[in-house]
């Protein structure tokens, strides 16, 4: 007997979620965050990986999922300076203000096709920077055959505002040896484990150790071929131009947070974002929305 599809509200340690069950998928969403934490089609293995050890508390990204980095990436220092000039952020927090704070859900719906949720950033909320109280953050997401996720961003402030944002996702993967991420050949990136040299490869990645990379001039969809599970992710977006490619490998597995030290074997990050010189400047009353689609086909 088919279960109905359904979206409940559930309590997962001191964390609010949201357990998306369909027809055509199952998806676990924590409101801290707007996190997607978990995504399997109907009959697949799971897309998006959640760590086995991943902690769900207040105040703390959970590990795994699909983290909201906004309004910027990573270590502001190393934003554009015109980021850091607009978002007067706190340097010591990575990735933005939003990842580990409380989101309100908004909309919720089910049909045939998908289920779908609507989660608002409640902006002021505390924030540095002067133009956050006059900023609106949603994210939409649709669970069904595919994921679809958009990050909207809308400035009702006098002024324009500039910023980096990414969607963090964690790809969950039959083992990194088995996998190889596809289209992003002659794409520039900066390597950050050479001291952020810029460089460019003829032939499609392979993991072989620790890689951190933000690639750049990317096509709006990327590739991930797994031949131990027989299928391709496809990360599509036509409103990103930049990727971050990330797994820790060995050494660094070990020490991070709710990662157990074989992980690094059974996930990788494929982010689909819009940093560096892909950043975005929006002007007074405009909008701007960060569009992901997950899908899944058969290999060739």
Request: charged share 20%; net charge negative.
């Given at each position: 007997?088919n279960?109905?599809?359904?979206?409940?509200?559930?309590?997962?340690?001191?964390?609010?979620?949201?357990?998306?069950?369909?027809?055509?998928?199952?998806?676990?969403?924590?409101?801290?965050?707007?996190q997607?934490?978990?995504?399997?089609?109907?009959?697949a293995?799971?897309?998006?990986?959640?760590?086995?050890c991943?902690?769900?508390?207040?105040?703390q990204?959970?590990?795994?999922?699909?983290?909201?980095?906004?309004p910027?990436?990573g270590?502001?220092?190393r934003n554009?300076?015109?980021?850091q000039?607009?978002?007067?952020?706190?340097?010591?927090?990575?990735?933005?203000?939003?990842?580990?704070?409380?989101?309100?859900?908004?909309h919720t719906?089910?049909?045939?096709d998908?289920?779908?949720?609507?989660?608002r950033?409640p902006?002021p909320l505390?924030?540095?920077?002067?133009?956050a109280?006059?900023?609106?953050?949603?994210?939409?997401?649709?669970?069904?055959a595919?994921?679809?996720?958009?990050?909207?961003?809308?400035?009702?402030?006098d002024?324009?505002?500039?910023?980096?944002?990414?969607?963090?996702?964690?790809?969950?993967?039959?083992?990194i040896?088995?996998?190889?991420?596809?289209?992003?050949?002659?794409?520039?990136?900066?390597?950050t484990?050479l001291?952020?040299r810029?460089?460019a490869?003829?032939?499609?990645?392979?993991?072989?150790?620790?890689?951190?990379r933000?690639?750049?001039?990317?096509?709006?969809?990327?590739?991930?071929?797994?031949?131990?599970w027989?299928?391709?992710?496809?990360?599509n977006?036509?409103t990103?131009?930049?990727?971050?490619?990330w797994n820790p490998?060995?050494?660094?597995?070990a020490?991070l947070?709710?990662?157990?030290?074989?992980?690094?074997?059974?996930?990788?990050?494929?982010?689909?974002?819009?940093?560096?010189d892909?950043?975005?400047?929006?002007?007074?009353?405009?909008?701007?929305t960060?569009r992901l689609n997950?899908?899944?086909?058969?290999?060739a």
């Amino acid at each position: 007997m088919n279960t109905p599809a359904q979206i409940l509200l559930t309590q997962i340690d001191e964390l609010p979620c949201l357990r998306i069950q369909h027809p055509k998928a199952s998806a676990l969403i924590a409101l801290q965050g707007a996190q997607v934490l978990e995504y399997t089609p109907a009959g697949a293995e799971p897309v998006i990986w959640l760590s086995e050890c991943a902690g769900f508390k207040n105040g703390q990204s959970v590990r795994g999922g699909i983290p909201v980095c906004w309004p910027w990436f990573g270590d502001l220092k190393r934003n554009p300076a015109e980021v850091q000039r607009s978002v007067q952020g706190d340097p010591a927090l990575a990735h933005g203000w939003v990842r580990n704070q409380p989101w309100l859900l908004e909309h919720t719906s089910i049909d045939a096709d998908a289920a779908r949720i609507r989660l608002r950033y409640p902006t002021p909320l505390g924030l540095g920077s002067p133009w956050a109280a006059q900023v609106s953050l949603t994210l939409d997401i649709l669970v069904g055959a595919e994921l679809n996720l958009q990050l909207t961003t809308v400035n009702w402030s006098d002024a324009p505002i500039t910023y980096s944002q990414a969607l963090h996702s964690y790809f969950a993967v039959s083992h990194i040896d088995k996998v190889q991420v596809l289209d992003l050949e002659q794409c520039r990136y900066i390597d950050t484990l050479l001291q952020w040299r810029e460089c460019a490869d003829a032939d499609p990645l392979s993991i072989r150790q620790e890689t951190d990379r933000i690639y750049l001039d990317t096509p709006a969809s990327i590739r991930l071929l797994d031949l131990g599970w027989q299928r391709i992710i496809h990360i599509n977006s036509d409103t990103s131009r930049s990727a971050v490619v990330w797994n820790p490998w060995i050494d660094k597995s070990a020490r991070l947070s709710h990662f157990a030290d074989d992980a690094w074997q059974r996930m990788l990050c494929i982010e689909t974002a819009r940093v560096l010189d892909n950043c975005v400047t929006l002007p007074p009353g405009e909008q701007d929305t960060l569009r992901l689609n997950v899908g899944l086909s058969a290999p060739a």
